[in-house]
């Protein structure tokens, strides 16, 4: 592959060994997706969501996890329905009394009804890597469209060689779908604007009805798509009249469009609230909803909750209205030595900037000095005629942009920062975009110069990945100094969802360690895992507890939550993993440090073996 993206004739490559050479590159991408999954742990979100998921097709009855639209849950389900014997606990508090119970029914489900727990993880994962295996196919096929094989090759390569799609890509969790759903998405409505024919207008609702059960965030392609629509019928009228003409035709198509997607809602929120009782859905609805604040919106959610028709509308729509109030609550995060429960304005510039190779990074800037070399210009001559003249021959190009830009106005301007996954629909728009502008800028003059260069920065991406493997959720790159340093910077989904669980079970029987204490931040449960081995602890207990000569097991995220100091208007508690400031641990993986205490010095900091 680098040595087609460096043959100055590879323009001249057939569609049949283009293909060839992408089916290569997803086939990779599904292999180390799956292989680098075996050995990690459930992590948190997966928690909440796998259970969920089950209860959906076994019982229709969505009171758990309403926060997330069903079908990533539902798909992941899909395969635990070929499993023999697996046990519902319908009979417990978390499922029968609790409102959205999720994460102590999901413990309950996995862990304690004697059901296969890592068989029903390994299975339920599966179509997640199904899912980026579609939107690989859909950046590649995209591509090719707008720029042709080389520039095809080249986004699939960045797609396949992203960290972040890897790692997210293997769990049960919504991200990756999201990315799928916004891109494929916006394929399809720039395809029905180009040509609205009945079937484009079909396809674009039915995926957008999709994409809106992904991702709750993904309520933004609906500006989005407005947007577009008005820019679109704009550029292509020469007079206003026309326009007026013009923009209501087309209006009336992304009606019909939205129409079409929430009678797909409908029909999926039906399936799934068939079996849950009518009072309890308004109960769970007032109860969930009682915190947001009263108004309209939520008083007709309310009202929706136990009217025969509208019940499935009503739990879509608290699914929307507890994102937003999740949202703006924030979460309390650790970052760059802060620990804070409101949002900072640099979280997502920082963690993308560290957390993507810089070799992308690099093309990444090639690509927008390359679009301002190409389109400027004094912007006073003829800046208007050359902004239509570009959005007409470059509207595909232009949707991307728009999404990218919203989506990032967005997220900074949340209060929410735990994860650089929280960015990824803009992944796919971004490689794309990136990968036609290197196509482009790869050409006379110094063209033997900038292949050389850029087969090295593609080498570089591939062998920081391939290092990486199977940690791909700890990835950090250079500027961070690696996924080792990385915990400094971010932690949570960023580096340590509890992944590494199983790992640490393999490393005390390794080393014959009969009693380890720990403080394990993720998915799965630690005693399920150690058994007679586990002994509880938590941060803020008071260090001389723990017997000399004892094992800690701390995640990397309680540890710096136990580290950091409290940012500006932060009165929660922090501080109380100082004591082990001192200690060189032992790492398990990346994600989990254990320190093997064998004193305390005058100051009350931990004295620490090194075994």
């Not at 150690?530 to 602890?537: A, E, R």
Request: proline letters at 5%.
């Amino acid at each position: 592959i680098f040595y087609i993206i460096y043959n100055s004739q590879f323009k001249l490559m057939s569609n049949k060994a283009t293909n060839i050479l992408a089916a290569g590159l997803l086939i990779f991408t599904f292999l180390i997706a799956l292989f680098s999954m075996v050995g990690d742990s459930l992590t948190m979100d997966e928690l909440a969501h796998l259970p969920a998921g089950y209860s959906y097709l076994t019982q229709k009855d969505m009171r758990l996890n309403p926060e997330h639209p069903p079908l990533i849950k539902d798909l992941s389900a899909i395969p635990l329905l070929f499993i023999n014997g697996i046990n519902f606990p319908s009979e417990i508090k978390s499922w029968s009394q609790d409102i959205n119970g999720q994460w102590d029914f999901g413990n309950s489900f996995l862990f304690q009804s004697n059901n296969p727990a890592d068989q029903m993880i390994f299975w339920a994962r599966i179509p997640m890597i199904f899912i980026l295996i579609l939107l690989g196919y859909y950046v590649f096929r995209w591509s090719r469209e707008l720029f042709g094989n080389k520039a095809a090759i080249l986004s699939l390569f960045l797609f396949c060689f992203s960290p972040t799609l890897l790692a997210h890509s293997r769990l049960v969790t919504t991200d990756v779908g999201a990315a799928a759903g916004a891109f494929i998405a916006t394929y399809y409505f720039v395809k029905f604007l180009k040509n609205n024919s009945w079937k484009n207008l079909i396809i674009a609702g039915i995926v957008l009805g999709i994409a809106e059960m992904l991702k709750f965030s993904l309520i933004l392609l609906f500006p989005a798509f407005g947007i577009l629509l008005l820019i679109w019928t704009a550029v292509r009228s020469s007079y206003f009249k026309k326009f007026i003409i013009d923009f209501f035709r087309a209006l009336q198509g992304f009606i019909l469009i939205i129409a079409v997607c929430f009678v797909l809602i409908w029909v999926v929120y039906q399936y799934h609230t068939w079996n849950l009782p009518p009072e309890k859905q308004a109960n769970d609805t007032q109860t969930i909803l009682s915190s947001f604040g009263s108004g309209t919106i939520v008083n007709a959610v309310v009202w929706m909750a136990d009217k025969p028709i509208l019940r499935p509308f009503a739990q879509y729509f608290l699914g929307v209205c507890m994102v937003l109030q999740r949202t703006s609550g924030g979460n309390t995060t650790f970052f760059l030595g802060e620990i804070s429960s409101t949002a900072w304005k640099n979280y997502f510039p920082v963690i993308y900037a560290i957390k993507e190779p810089l070799s992308f990074h690099i093309l990444l800037i090639i690509a927008i000095l390359y679009f301002i070399w190409t389109n400027g210009g004094p912007f006073w001559q003829g800046f208007w005629l050359r902004i239509k003249n570009w959005l007409l021959s470059h509207f595909p190009e232009f949707a991307m942009l728009l999404f990218i830009a919203i989506y990032w106005l967005t997220s900074i301007s949340g209060n929410l920062n735990i994860g650089i996954r929280h960015l990824l629909p803009i992944f796919p728009f971004t490689i794309l975009l990136v990968a036609g502008a290197t196509s482009q800028w790869l050409k006379p003059p110094l063209f033997r110069l900038k292949r050389i260069f850029l087969s090295i920065l593609l080498i570089w991406q591939a062998i920081g990945i391939i290092a990486a493997y199977p940690h791909f959720i700890s990835y950090y790159n250079e500027l961070a100094g690696g996924p080792a340093n990385g915990y400094i910077y971010a932690v949570d989904s960023n580096y340590d969802w509890g992944q590494d669980l199983k790992r640490l079970v393999a490393w005390t029987e390794k080393n014959n360690i009969d009693k380890i204490y720990v403080d394990y931040f993720g998915g799965a449960d630690a005693k399920y895992y150690l058994k007679d081995k586990f002994l509880s602890w938590w941060g803020n207990k008071n260090q001389y507890e723990i017997p000399l000569n004892s094992y800690l097991a701390v995640s990397a995220t309680f540890l710096q939550g136990g580290k950091g100091e409290p940012a500006p208007g932060f009165n929660g508690t922090t501080g109380y993993y100082r004591w082990l400031g001192k200690c060189e641990p032992i790492r398990i993986s990346y994600s989990i440090f254990v320190y093997h205490i064998t004193g305390f010095d005058s100051d009350g900091f931990a004295q620490c073996s090194a075994q």
